[in-house]
């Protein structure tokens, strides 16, 4: 069982530690960081950053928060994530759409990490079930759904199947709301505050399957 903390709409230095240090993973949507410039983080007039992993050295734990990245003009929507002091990485959301302000990144990734193998989704990608397909046949056993937007009634029936068809536990944050599946593609865990404590279930099992294609049997 992972316990872990979430908050909607606060900012990390508005976050209570003493709080965050009881769970294995504290989760933060889009406005807990705020725009993140690596121009301004290279030249030290911000520090967001590291604020996060110490962040994380505080609880002991993982921290994870979303937050819009500008590469010295290239904007990407991405999710952060620190563990026990230490700056782990940055997912960018890889699918881009036609009109959009955000550019599109180049990989998936699971991290390694204190409490398991997490991987990390962010914004449109949720409508790609390569992503987490991809981190499923990688190992990973929490799939965690950064969302800037609002929950949208298909967000439900989403997350609920890629729980169910991948074998994989899944957490989604949105600007609304948080909301989680088991394995099963049962709702493990909901809630609309803004802050929330949820317990969830990480299981790994595996099916043995068969597959037959067309071709020359060697």
């Known amino acids: 069982m992972l316990k872990i903390y979430t908050d909607r709409s606060n900012t990390l230095i508005n976050v209570d530690v003493g709080v965050a240090k009881n769970f294995q993973i504290s989760l933060f949507g889009f406005d807990a960081l705020g725009k993140v410039s690596y121009k301004y983080e290279l030249s030290g007039s911000e520090s967001k950053l ?51 302000l955000y550019q599109g990144g180049g990989s998936y990734k699971v991290y390694q990490t204190s409490a398991c193998k997490i991987g990390l989704v962010v914004d449109d990608d949720i409508k790609n079930f390569e992503a987490v397909k991809s981190m499923s046949l990688c190992d990973a056993d929490l799939i965690v759904i950064i969302s800037s937007q609002e929950e949208k009634k298909e967000h439900n029936f989403l997350v609920r199947a ?7 536990s899944v957490l989604l944050i949105t600007k609304s709301s948080v909301l989680a599946s088991d394995i099963h593609g049962e709702v493990c865990g909901r809630s609309v505050d803004v802050t929330s404590n949820l317990i969830i279930p990480v299981k790994r099992q595996y099916v043995l399957t068969k597959t037959k294609r067309r071709g020359v049997k060697d």
């Open 50 to 100: 590291p604020e996060l992993s110490a962040f994380s050295r505080k609880t002991g734990g993982v921290v994870i928060a979303g937050a819009v990245t500008d590469n010295y003009g290239i904007l990407k929507k991405s999710a952060i994530i620190a563990d026990r002091g230490k700056l782990l990485g940055i997912s960018d959301m890889v699918v881009g759409y036609d009109g959009s």
């Open 162 to 168: 890629y729980a169910y068809l991948f074998g994989v």
